[in-house]
């Protein structure tokens, strides 16, 4: 049986997707879109791939002796489950990020790296790394196509796989990319709550939701409405995707829901242990209490504001804002109360502004 035979019955015994093979030439247009994208300002400074555009299109960069990808995809649905509806004080996690769905799919690499090693082969895993944009090595090897979200899409699973690859020495026959596209759906682009997706394909990080909650800093006002209960992630426009409908239903565990009071009464360390396997900003969890005071606000419960409100005193600036803000959108007079008394204590020019821009959303004034 040839090599690339055993190491599909392999993945698909491993509980793989798909398996493809790829050359590992250049992804040269890849390359060139990512550029623009820094140009343009829509990668709106990420690092991970667009750090270095040229070893992330450019395999052998990494290693050299690489003759072949051995691409790999894992879905997710339906353990990741689905949140559920929104509940008082709880927000909503992604379901790529509802458990460390790599495991079974670095699991399955291991078992084909494993074949390829007892032959003698050189092997390198790339999972989640920068050192590869996976999306374009997935579509090259026929395990997926470029959708108009710039997801990855697969027959049976649309947007709802996780993507791992080999690199190795061995001299594979390639697969055949997927003659597929979206054609005229465009299901995706209204469904992103910020206008983040254009029909190019194109997306504009600065105004993606799932982007904003990861990065470092203040969560633009602009957007802070529209990040409702989310704690981590979005799933919108994944959500819209018709070629992931029958996953999608068969969802149905209700997974995901997360309580914020909880998040933000963790210490740090508890809250790095249990949400590990989340990217946040130089392993700073602050940026999770920031997403979960976001989510406090929008949530409009008014019990919350004695939870909020412990936060406008807080030590990290980052946090006494954000506090300010949900406060602002909860409002009431125990929140008044609460921004009027943070104000009389507050000296960082950023954080007063936000203040007084509370107390007047929340219907009061500092006069």
């Known amino acids: 049986m040839p090599l690339t035979d055993r190491l599909h019955a392999a993945g698909i015994r491993a509980g793989l997707t798909a398996i ?9 247009q890849v390359r060139e879109a990512m550029v623009r994208r820094i140009e343009s300002g829509r990668s709106a400074g990420m690092g991970f791939t ?10 052998t960069d990494s290693f050299p002796w690489a003759r072949s990808l051995v691409v790999a995809a894992h879905g997710y649905l339906p353990e990741a489950g689905s949140p559920g509806p929104a509940r008082p004080g709880t927000g909503r996690v992604a379901r790529f990020a509802t458990g460390d769905h790599y495991a079974p799919l670095i699991r399955a690499l291991g078992v084909m790296e494993g074949l390829l090693s007892e032959g003698g082969h050189r092997t390198g895993v790339v999972v989640d790394d920068a050192r590869l944009v996976d999306r374009a090595a997935a579509v090259r090897s026929g395990v997926a196509w470029w ?34 596209s979206c054609g005229e759906c465009v ?22 939701l799932s982007h904003l ?13 529209a990040m409702g209960d989310r704690l981590y992630g979005c799933d919108e426009c994944l959500t819209a995707c018709p070629p992931g409908s029958r996953a999608l239903e068969e969802a149905t565990a ?4 997360i309580d914020l009071v909880e998040v933000l009464a963790s210490a740090d360390r508890p809250l790095r242990s249990r949400f590990g396997h989340f990217y946040v900003p130089r392993n700073q969890v602050r940026h999770l209490r920031r997403n979960a005071l976001v989510a406090l606000g929008n949530g409009g419960d008014r019990g919350m504001v004695g939870v909020v409100a ?3 005193g807080h030590p990290d600036p980052l946090l006494r804002l954000h506090a300010a803000w949900a406060l602002g959108r909860l409002g009431g007079p125990l929140a008044r109360a609460a921004l009027r008394a943070a104000m009389a204590a507050e000296r960082d020019p950023e954080v ?6 509370a107390v007047e959303a929340a219907g009061g004034s500092l006069d």
Do not use: H, N
């Open 352 to 357: 007063c502004a936000e203040l007084q821009a």
């Open 50 to 59: 667009f750090t270095d555009p040229t070893r992330a299109t450019t395999v």
């Open 187 to 208: 299901a995706c682009i209204p469904a992103c709550p910020t206008g983040a997706l254009d029909e190019a394909g194109v997306l504009d990080a600065r105004r993606c």
């Open 254 to 257: 209700e997974r995901g829901r």
């Open 213 to 225: 909650g990861q990065a470092p800093g203040s969560i633009p006002v602009e957007f802070r409405q």
């Open 310 to 312: 412990g936060y406008v």
């Open 20 to 28: 493809g093979f790829a050359e590992t030439t250049p992804f040269l």
């Open 147 to 180: 959708g108009k979200s710039t997801m990855a899409l697969a027959p049976g699973v649309g947007p709802w796989f996780l993507i791992g690859s080999i690199a190795t020495d061995a001299e594979l026959s390639p697969s055949s990319p997927m003659q597929r």
